[in-house]
């Protein structure tokens, strides 16, 4: 699925030393100074607005910040070595890139009230307007561990009942598919022989107008929708996701929204010259020598695919159950009267047959 940019926003992260949120782009904090440390998560603040800066878009794409190894202080991608300390950056923690931040959100949001005074301030607000005191805002919480599912303990009894009923359902299926042996006399049997009358003329289909045959007679087209593909295409309908924020690793996230592309062609009815079955040629009886249908074709038609089947009728018990079969000899060998060894079902119907001996 392909993946639209909408754009870039600055995050936040929280210093852990005194719990004031700073911009994403700042290193160390601007309440107490302490540098960021690696394993700080940045998350979106309580508002995002998409940059229009070229210039801060440029940084949000740059490669993720490095920490120092020697001091922790971080460091853009591209630094040889640490600004703070001079330590060699090749020892340094590059800082981890493509988590998902959460969906991307520009809707506004209430005043955040500081708990230190009660003051309401702007969700923007890093530190209380009247007091100072750091506030929370409004990034999204980590989500909460799945809880244990937990319930009444089912009654052994209710296990043994339960295996029980599995078992019997088993074996009535399995009963269904077994087949039992029976003896059955030929009663009856029966043939049908069927040939395909083909007419060669004009006939109607409906397919792709990108698919249509060499010298098709168009009829009319409506647009459809054909396919989804991954990649946009000319003409395509573009239909995209929700629109999330993924940590860029440089105190930027980049908005993305994963988008598929709908696409719509002409499906059109059109008339070929072809071969066509017209009609069926039906000849059947229940004699011993079957034949096929005559016909006297005319200019523009032709004899196609024929087939045969045969019906055999057994007296069983007292009952009567058919095989219907393709195969000629053996037609040919159930000859009205004879005894026959059947292979029957579970459901009631004729397997296998085979000669009495």
């Not at 040889?80 to 330590?87: I, P």
């Not at 359902?169 to 399995?174: A, E, F, H, N, P």
């Not at 087949?179 to 049908?192: I, K, L, P, Q």
Request: with cysteine.
């Amino acid at each position: 699925m392909a993946k639209k940019v909408v754009g870039f926003v600055k995050l936040v992260w929280k210093c852990p030393n005194c719990q004031t949120r700073n911009p994403g782009d700042v290193k160390v904090c601007v309440s107490c100074g302490a540098a960021q440390p690696a394993d700080v998560d940045f998350v979106q603040p309580a508002t995002t607005e998409v940059i229009k800066d070229e210039a801060t878009i440029e940084k949000a794409k740059a490669a993720p910040d490095i920490h120092c190894g020697y001091c922790g202080a971080r460091n853009p991608a591209n630094t040889q070595v640490c600004t703070n300390c001079g330590a060699n950056l090749a020892e340094g923690k590059q800082r981890a890139a493509g988590q998902v931040v959460g969906a991307f959100r520009n809707d506004p949001v209430p005043d955040v009230t500081c708990a230190a005074c009660g003051e309401k301030n702007p969700p923007a607000n890093a530190r209380c307007s009247r007091c100072g005191a750091p506030l929370p805002g409004h990034e999204p919480q980590p989500a909460s561990p799945p809880q244990p599912v937990t319930g009444r303990k089912i009654s052994p009894i209710v296990w043994v009942l339960g295996a029980v009923g599995l078992i019997v359902i088993v074996c009535i299926i399995l009963s269904l598919f077994r087949s039992n042996s029976m003896t059955g006399t030929v009663a009856d049997r029966s043939w049908r022989s069927v040939v395909a009358l083909e007419q060669f003329g004009p006939v109607e289909k409906q397919d792709w107008r990108d698919e249509l045959p060499a010298g098709a007679k168009l009829i009319s087209c409506e647009e459809r929708y054909r396919e989804t593909v991954q990649d946009s295409v000319p003409g395509a309908v573009e239909v995209c996701g929700t629109p999330y924020t993924v940590d860029e690793g440089t105190g930027f996230g980049k908005v993305v929204q994963d988008c598929a592309y709908e696409v719509y062609a002409d499906y059109c009815r059109y008339q070929v010259e072809e071969w066509a079955v017209v009609q069926d040629l039906v000849e059947q009886g229940s004699n011993s020598s079957p034949v096929w249908p005559s016909y006297q074709t005319s200019e523009n038609q032709r004899l196609g695919d024929r087939s045969q089947s045969f019906t055999i009728v057994f007296e069983v018990e007292g009952k009567t159950k058919s095989l219907t079969t393709t195969d000629e000899s053996l037609f040919n060998q159930a000859v009205i009267g004879s005894i026959w060894n059947l292979s029957i079902n579970g459901f009631g119907d004729i397997v296998t047959i085979e000669p009495a001996q």
